[in-house]
């Protein structure tokens, strides 16, 4: 292989606490001994890669799963001919203490490297979604739930006390889903307004309502969009005014939903309506 084939792609992920992810392929690359002010967590998916953290040293392949505190030195190279590619997230400290669900403990961890292809598949995964335009929710939701499994998994924790969330508080949440359906939400907002923590807030928002946070606004969506396409508007229009990416994104939902594509409804609605003057058809 060639310097050709070595490739970084960098994505600056905006938000309360602002960070970076990565993802890399390396072939020749020596990592000089450095430090980050962040952890700095990923999974392999291909080749081989050693890395030396602190006084360990261990050789990573597809699977597996790395974990560097802040302020750990380490290096990394080439395990291989072909080198390696990961996916790497640089987590602020606060952001990571939503994983432990205590903003004021900095989360441990007794070794750097772990051999677990399931927990691997979900740091992908969710560096995949961060890399693309799903809603801010979704996104939200989803690095937290990352964080949080791979803490249970790997955090060294002693007991924690289950901090219980006022039901009054869920319904603060809920009926800001309702209120604000068209606007961009984040976790960070939902958990100020649920006074828990976003780890917290999934958790028992999905206990009170059987879904969390995003699902539920999800749905909320695809119900207003039912609602408008029966006052006429244009498919296309809902997308917009429901706040999902485009038309196909709605269709996608909503046929999940009702069993039907916006489409069909629109014409089923209006062909079976008797005796309201005809109306122009919007789809």
Not at 123 to 145: F, M, N, P
Request: some cysteine; proline content about 5%.
């Amino acid at each position: 292989m060639t310097l050709q084939a070595e490739r970084v792609h960098v994505t600056h992920i905006r938000g309360e606490q602002p960070f970076d992810i990565l993802r890399g392929r390396f072939v020749r690359q020596r990592f000089a001994p450095h430090l980050h002010d962040t952890f700095a967590l990923g999974a392999f998916e291909s080749g081989g890669a050693r890395i030396t953290v602190g006084n360990q040293e261990c050789v990573h392949s597809a699977g597996d799963v790395i974990v560097i505190e802040p302020h750990e030195v380490h290096t990394g190279e080439p395990a291989t001919e072909e080198g390696w590619s990961y996916r790497m997230f640089y987590v602020p400290t606060a952001l990571m203490a939503d994983g432990v669900d205590d903003a004021e403990r900095q989360p441990r961890f007794s070794q750097s490297a772990y051999q677990d292809p399931a927990m691997a598949t979900t740091i992908i995964q969710t560096h995949r979604l961060l890399e693309g335009d799903e809603d801010q929710l979704s996104k939200d939701e989803a690095l937290t739930e990352m964080l949080r499994a791979l803490c249970e998994r790997y955090e060294d924790r002693g007991e924690r006390a289950v901090v219980a969330v006022p039901k009054e508080s869920l319904l603060r949440v809920r009926d800001y889903l309702h209120e604000h359906y068209a606007d961009a939400i984040c976790l960070a907002d939902l958990s100020r307004i649920a006074g828990c923590s976003p780890y917290h807030l999934i958790r028992q928002f999905s206990r009170a309502f059987g879904l969390p946070p995003y699902a539920y606004l999800e749905l909320v969506r695809v119900n207003r969009a039912k609602e408008m396409l029966q006052q006429g508007a244009r498919i296309s229009d809902v997308a917009f005014a429901t706040r999902f990416s485009d038309q196909s994104h709605l269709t996608r939902r909503f046929k999940r939903v009702f069993g039907y594509p916006p489409g069909r409804y629109v014409r089923s609605y209006w062909s079976d309506i008797e005796g309201l003057p005809r109306m122009k058809r919007n789809f």
